[in-house]
């Protein structure tokens, strides 16, 4: 079955970097969009961008000019390049992938989770 693995999260301080990864393997025939989206504590999952199978990505506004989502098709990889992170980003970001596998419809697939704190 499908599986979205992800890296990259941590601690850093405001202002700072990281870069978050995620690889899709398994029984996928199509993998279409494919995103990062963020829970924090008491509030609900929301977007923080998607990027399509032909490259067009939409970012959350509170997001836009500080993150850059990417894709590599042949790897099956997400990135997420997140600069001048604040404490409002801090959050679980899950791993999101629209796949169709053979036979059934689509559907979301979804990442366990990787914790990004900024704090200093």
């Known amino acids: 079955q499908v599986q979205l693995v992800e890296s990259g999260g941590g601690l850093v301080q405001p202002g700072g970097s990281l870069r978050l990864s995620c690889t899709a393997s398994?029984?996928?025939?199509?993998?279409?969009?494919m995103g990062w989206y963020r829970q924090a504590p008491g509030k609900s999952r929301d977007l923080v961008a998607t990027v399509s199978s032909d490259g067009i990505t939409n970012y959350a506004d509170s997001v836009k000019g500080r993150f850059t989502i990417s894709r590599d098709n042949a790897r099956k990889t997400v990135s997420l390049q997140m600069d001048s992170l604040n404490s409002e980003d801090t959050a679980v970001y899950y791993c999101?992938?629209?796949?169709?596998?053979?036979?059934?419809?689509?559907?979301?697939?979804w990442g366990q989770g990787t914790q990004v704190t900024v704090s200093s």
């Open positions: 398994g029984n996928i025939f199509i993998l279409r969009d």
């Open positions: 999101n992938a629209v796949i169709k596998q053979f036979g059934s419809a689509p559907r979301d697939y």
